[in-house]
């Protein structure tokens, strides 16, 4: 556990001093929502519908941006080599590096969604289920994610091939995150979706670190 | 200012008909190899005979395609965990980040080590000092020299201790005062018990040590002129 917390302790420490990371991934969000406004007009019944899911796309597709990092940087400087070495489980140390990827992107991304929300005139019902879809749907991002980043460690124009693999297994939790959201607003109970949503989440928290261990093996071998 | 290590009596590391495929290419074959506590073994070869990916074989980062490694009497395979708490492995890259001091990458890897905090921050500062980096040791890590970092990354042997250290050509960018620190702390990690397999290509006095001559297990029928290192 003490390994756990000095893999996060240094990951997190890392993202703070190079800080590029998280800025980019949410100020890509904030961009990319603002665009929809211009895109579809500004008619409020219109924004008001689609705001749920230009919400949640473009929140998966910014945590999506800094993904090809998670691994990439460690693998390239041997870091790599001696965290497989540790005398730990190899999926505590990846759930570590999961958990610290979390905390720089899906964390601001949360933050950033409801401001967003106002913009594209959310009804207020909605804001709750929203910032609940968002605390359980990006960890399960972060945790798919990461199996990507496993699996394209190496691989020359891995970004591309990372987005090929990843974006299906993320429709989930776009279905269920929207569903959530449109019920709430709808004055409908959200429960079951956020439920569903809190499934996936526990089955990708015990599989993916795992998954995602057994790829990095094959990327170092 | 080494931590001295605690010893539970002597212990053997050896391999028994290893072999090792990359690429469908059979890099080495029936390669045997024992180690005793104390004792070193320096691994021989020209370029792509297979000392990089022997050391890697024996860190646990390849699974041999034949053969069995064993600690003691019980295969290493069996609790690669056990194995990695008393390996340190150094390969071709330093692992230094670029945004952190040398302290802090050194600590990092002490602790991930050997968690029990307390001891590892005394070990870490004991470290730098012997590889002459005590000055440094608040520089971020991209503003070292490759010898400063390839330094930093053998001070990480002393950090926390271990067993059995696998060094893949540990003297590249060294000068040669470092040499010789690094040969003062390899025979007194042996005089603990300790034990070292090493390539180099350089002069490393190790007095005592085996010789390993890797060109030999290199199967006949193989051309391997145009390969480079295989594991780099």
Known sequence: MNRFFEVVRRDLRLALRQGSDSVMVVTFFVLTVVLFPFGIGPEVNVLERVSAGVLMVTALLASMLSLDRLFQADYEDGSLELLV????????????????HWLTTGLPLMVAAPVLAVLLHMQ?????TLLAAMALGTPTLSLIGGIGAALVLGARRGGVLLSLLILPLYVPVLIF????????????????????????????????????????????? | MVPAMIKQGCSTFSGQDLACVRGGRVVFAGLDFSLESGGALVLLGPNGSG???????????????????????????DDPEAHAARTHYLGHHDAIK????????????????DPHAERAGRAVDG??????????????????????????????LLAAPSELWLLDEPTTALDKASIKALEKVLAEHRADGGMVVLSTH????????????????????????DDDEAAA
């Open chain 2, 51 to 77: 000392k990089s990916s022997l050391l890697r074989v024996l860190a646990g980062l390849l699974r041999p395609a034949h053969g069995v490694l064993a600690w003691n009497a019980g295969a290493v395979a």
């Open chain 2, 98 to 113: 670029p945004v952190l001091t040398v302290a802090e990458n050194l600590r990092f890897w002490a602790h991930l080590h």
């Open chain 2, 127 to 156: 470290a730098l000092e012997r590889f002459g980096l005590s000055h440094l040791s608040t520089i971020p890590g991209k503003m070292l020299s490759a010898g400063q970092k390839r330094r930093t990354n053998l001070a990480r």
């Open chain 1, 177 to 221: 995150g929207v569903g959530a959201i449109d019920a709430a607003v709808q004055g409908m109970s959200a429960k079951p979706h956020l439920l569903i949503l809190a499934g996936i989440l526990a089955a990708a928290l015990a599989l993916a670190p795992w998954a995602s261990a057994a790829a990095l093996r094959q990327a170092l071998e």
């Open chain 2, 202 to 225: 350089a002069e490393v006095e190790l007095p005592g040590s085996a010789e390993l001559h890797l060109d030999r297990f290199t199967t006949p029928l193989h051309d391997d002129d």
């Open chain 1, 85 to 100: 070495l540790t005398p730990a489980p190899l999926g505590v140390v990846v759930a570590a590096k999961m958990l610290a």
């Open chain 1, 124 to 128: 207020a019902d909605g804001f709750t």
